[in-house]
């Protein structure tokens, strides 16, 4: 099936660093996803990307859809401590028939130190 | 409610028995999916719903794994003779339309812990 690789798996920064994840896939997405977590919650969407090269900030995040369609990133600037959570990536598969599927990546777990 | 709703939060039961998850999407939204996170990773999916059509359920993990959507509204999880492996968290989220691209909305999930 599908496969999401996504890194860093932790990062531990001080508060007003910038932060940059990212993500892999072993096929081309046409949908690109991130999403943060909070304990005992649900994934909350922060951006999404739907062409190759986009890039789209919300607040302090961007995040770029690669042109290659299997690679997406997400830089978090001027980091505060409510930024702490676990982040994911998720992407939508070009091909198949279930584009409508999410693949999740295993997440990124940030933790920021006022 | 504005957001997609799940009962129960938690829910412990023991090995054998049979166990229901209730999910409430957000109102007029047609499309409704269910997945399991484990802990320590990212949701997984088991299954989706257009109205009250399932239209895949490939992920489901086995026979012992249901859900239905009669109504094409409120959508039920129901797990058979539960074993400790269905212990998880399972998260519903719901899209607006038809078109796939648009972004599915979870709800916070209900917490499953098998004895």
């Known amino acids: 099936g599908q496969q999401l690789n996504q890194s860093p798996q932790s990062m531990f920064i001080q508060e007003g660093e910038d932060v940059s994840m990212n993500c892999t896939s072993s096929s081309i997405f046409n949908t690109w996803l991130w999403y943060k977590q909070d304990p005992g919650e649900g994934p909350v969407l922060l951006i999404a990307l739907y062409k190759a090269g986009e890039l789209t900030s919300n607040g302090r995040l961007t995040a770029q859809f690669g042109i290659t369609r299997k690679d997406s990133f997400l830089n978090i600037s001027a980091s505060i401590p409510s930024d702490v959570g676990i982040y994911f990536c998720a992407g939508r598969p070009i091909s198949g028939g279930s584009n409508y599927k999410l693949t999740f990546g295993k997440g990124t777990l940030l933790t920021v130190n006022p | 409610g504005a957001g997609v709703s799940q009962s129960p939060r938690y829910k412990v039961a023991k090995r054998g028995q049979d166990v229901a998850l209730r999910c409430d999407p957000i109102s007029g939204h047609v499309s409704l999916f269910w997945y399991q996170q484990a802990l320590g990773q990212g949701p997984e999916f088991l299954t989706y719903?257009?109205?009250?059509?399932?239209?895949?359920k490939s992920g489901l993990p086995s026979d012992r794994f249901f859900a239905e959507r009669p109504e094409g509204s409120v959508s039920t999880l129901k797990i058979q003779r539960t074993q400790q492996e269905d212990s998880a968290v399972y998260l519903c989220?719901?899209?607006?339309?038809?078109?796939?691209?648009?972004?599915?909305?979870f709800g916070d999930g209900t917490r499953l812990s098998i004895l």
């Open positions: 989220a719901s899209s607006l339309g038809l078109i796939s691209v648009q972004p599915q909305h």
């Open positions: 719903f257009q109205n009250e059509a399932q239209l895949d």
